[in-house]
């Protein structure tokens, strides 16, 4: 292996990669945490090709195995490539192989029973390879490594389910005799090897001292300009980030610079790509082809086109989902652009690493928002270049994720009490539920899965909450792709603009019972934002500390919402352009919240009138979901808030911000645990905007179901001002 490594050209690894490699070979788990470009692969791909090599001379030719996951299908495949680069000059005896659900049927049987180093992801573990076990036997028996790259990006929902997949992979890696070593690659974080520890059940040793050589990275914060429309309650409107950043990705193209704009969403991907695209023809007619969008949602052979053009060089510029923030080899590059800040600092950080890769200078732009977070880090850029990165938060014992996992390792391998070692102390409680719900059946000391469904479908890992809605052209019946399923009431209702490939639809019907969506093509020069209203109870409070005659609480509630109507906002300018009523029905979710309550006295005391009070707690509430990404590791539309003047289970005037999914996702709590910095910076937030009555870049929420009405700014900078002095 040593040889095989040498021959790539490297003859002394970095530190990092040596004490990694150190801690494997040793059968710790470990987890690297260094920046971009730092040569996380090799640090684990030696330990890994090198236990593969042993035993290589099997009559199987695998005497030992190893398991890559990876959260995306490209990165996946990147990694494929790879690894069949490094272990070339090894022969036959390394032989990697994609999982996934693109792979051809004929070619899954070979990779059960021959391919020694499997790349997949933890849906198709959770989905595929584990319920299937049997057939996996000789692999799960002498698998020896684990591979978990890019783990920072399990967090929340997500990173829960994620955690239960692998303990039910060790679990089954027990039954058949192996105790496989965990090697973890991520982006820089707070407390990684605890965070990987959480993740994966075991204790795990952190390698985060990056001894790799760093090209200059020149970093500008970008904030758009004002326009001079006015938008809802006559605020001032700012351009778009989206077409801000178009602008720079065209100006970049024309004069040779390879570039990949990031963006949050996939709308946003293809707008940049279209408006992108359209600038060019106007001055070069060759250039608007070598821009393109890359985004979930594509059939398998439309992503695999764009990586290979993106790895030839054909394509120029690139608008992208995170798909590409993860370690997905785009060597080359010259200049990232980054849409609105992407929820974290780590994920900031990982996408302006992805240029300048060779060593070479390098160029990232983060193109502010018009949102109150944004507007904060660019006023604030301590907050960006000084400030830690964040803890990964993921909460394993959230029984809404932890239940269906259950059932799901019963039908494995019927369950036993000694299993709570395995899934955790509140395992016995959920085992007796389950049980009682006739989902799992007790005989002796054991719990069986009885059903006839596969108890892998009880759950979607990725948090979508059901079967993904197709999105289907109404006159031909190509399907177009899809989306999940709890975004569905947003994102594809009647009258919806939805973007593909940099195609314009327009949503003719949505069915939520087969789960699908009638589109029809079209040009409308607007873009649509669903609104929705939402009302919370409180089911249980389960921590509380008073702030004064305040109190700030954590616990449990309902919540009730309802998509009522949607926005037509014009293209680059976003002027709002008419709304449009919708009668969708109502979902309720049961999750964690953070509320806090102020008195009469106080409100006295802040000059906070009955007149102006809901105006002031609904601005509180904005900005403060708004600022809580920069506090815990979610995205503002993670999370959700309510607020009312006189709530009734706390009979007072009440902010609410809860988690959007069920049993929570760690946020709330988060938020709990920060709440004196978090609201400190709410406020200041709203205090140095310099709008007159409040806007986007402060009070104004995008996904207000009340139309932004009532918002009083300076009640609410009042109000938490006294609040935080209690």
């Not at 021959?7 to 004490?19: F, L, S, Y």
Request: charged share 20%; aromatic share 6%; glycine share 10%.
């Amino acid at each position: 292996m040593i040889d095989a490594v040498r021959e790539a050209g490297i003859d002394r690894p970095w530190e990092h990669q040596a004490r990694v490699a150190g801690h494997a070979v040793g059968g710790e788990s470990v987890i690297v945490a260094t920046g971009t470009a730092s040569g996380k692969s090799l640090s684990y791909l030696v330990p890994t090709l090198s236990g593969v090599l042993d035993g290589s001379e099997a009559p199987n030719g695998r005497g030992v195995t190893a398991l890559y996951l990876a959260p995306t299908k490209a990165l996946a495949a990147d990694q494929r490539r790879a690894v069949a680069a490094l272990a070339a000059p090894l022969g036959n005896s390394v032989r990697p192989a994609v999982f996934d659900g693109d792979t051809p049927v004929e070619e899954r049987e070979w990779v059960r029973l021959f391919a020694n180093y499997v790349l997949t992801n933890p849906d198709m573990l959770h989905r595929n390879i584990l319920p299937a076990h049997a057939r996996w036997s000789s692999f799960l028996r002498a698998l020896r490594y684990v591979v978990i790259d890019e783990c920072h990006t399990y967090r929340g929902v997500f990173g829960s389910h994620v955690a239960q997949v692998i303990r039910r992979l060790r679990r089954l890696c027990a039954r058949y005799g192996s105790e496989p070593v965990f090697v973890l690659a991520s982006a820089t974080a707070a407390a990684p090897g605890e965070a990987a520890g959480r993740l994966t059940g075991v204790p795990v040793a952190e390698v985060t001292e990056d001894s790799s050589p760093r090209g200059e990275l020149v970093f500008a914060l970008w904030e758009p300009p004002l326009t001079e429309l006015e938008g809802e309650r006559g605020a001032p409107v700012r351009r778009t980030a989206t077409a801000e950043s178009a602008e720079l990705l065209t100006d970049l193209a024309v004069q040779g610079v390879r570039t990949v704009a990031f963006v949050r969403s996939r709308r946003g991907a293809e707008l940049i790509s279209l408006i992108a695209q359209d600038r060019l023809g106007a001055v070069d007619r060759s250039l608007p082809g070598r821009i393109a969008a890359y985004r979930g949602g594509y059939l398998p052979e439309e992503r695999r086109a764009l990586e290979r053009a993106l790895h030839t060089g054909d394509l120029l510029g690139l608008a992208a989902t995170n798909a590409l923030e993860l370690g997905v080899d785009v060597s080359g590059l010259d200049a990232v652009l980054i849409t609105g800040y992407p929820g974290t600092r780590a994920s900031v950080w990982q996408q302006a690493g992805r240029a300048g890769r060779t060593g070479e200078g390098a160029l990232a732009v983060l193109v502010a928002r018009d949102d109150p977070l944004d507007t904060y880090l660019v006023h604030h850029p301590e907050s960006l270049f000084r400030a830690p990165v964040e803890s990964t938060v993921l909460d394993p014992d959230n029984p809404y994720v932890l239940a269906p996992h259950l059932c799901a390792a019963a039908a494995e391998i019927p369950l036993t009490e000694a299993d709570t070692d395995v899934f955790g102390p509140t395992t016995p409680g959920l085992l007796r539920k389950l049980e009682g719900q006739k989902l799992l059946r007790r005989r002796g000391t054991s719990w069986f899965w009885t059903r006839k469904e596969r108890a892998s479908d009880l759950t979607d890992i990725r948090g979508s909450g059901g079967r993904p809605v197709q999105v289907v052209e109404a006159g031909t019946g190509r399907l177009l792709g899809t989306v999940d399923a709890a975004a569905a009431h947003s994102s594809v209702h009647e009258g919806a603009v939805h973007l593909h490939q940099g195609r314009t639809y327009v949503v003719q019907h949505l069915d939520l019972e087969d789960s699908a969506a009638l589109v029809e093509e079209g040009s409308p020069p607007w873009t649509t934002m669903a609104r929705e209203t939402t009302s919370v109870s409180v089911l249980e409070t389960e921590a509380e500390e008073p702030w004064g005659e305040a109190r700030l609480c954590f616990g449990t509630v309902e919540v009730t919402s309802q998509v009522v109507s949607y926005l037509r906002r014009r293209l680059i300018t976003n002027e709002v352009l008419g709304e449009t009523k919708l009668d969708l029905p109502p979902r309720t979710l049961r999750t964690r919240a953070v509320w806090w309550t102020v008195t009469e006295d106080q409100l006295d005391e802040a000059r906070v009138s009955p007149e102006i009070l809901g105006g002031a707690l609904h601005a509180a509430e904005h900005a403060s979901i708004g600022l809580l990404p920069l506090f815990a590791t979610c995205d503002r539309w993670d999370i959700g808030g309510v607020s009312v003047p006189l709530h009734p289970d706390t009979l007072l005037p009440t902010v609410f911000v809860y988690d959007g999914y069920s049993g929570g996702a760690g946020f709330a709590e988060r938020a709990f645990h920060t709440a004196r910095d978090w609201l400190t910076a709410t406020r200041d937030a709203i205090a140095v905007c310099e709008c007159e009555a409040g806007c986007p870049s402060c009070i104004q929420s995008p996904k207000c179901g009340n139309g932004n009405d009532p918002l009083h700014k300076r009640g609410a900078i009042r109000l938490l001002t006294r609040l935080l002095a209690s």
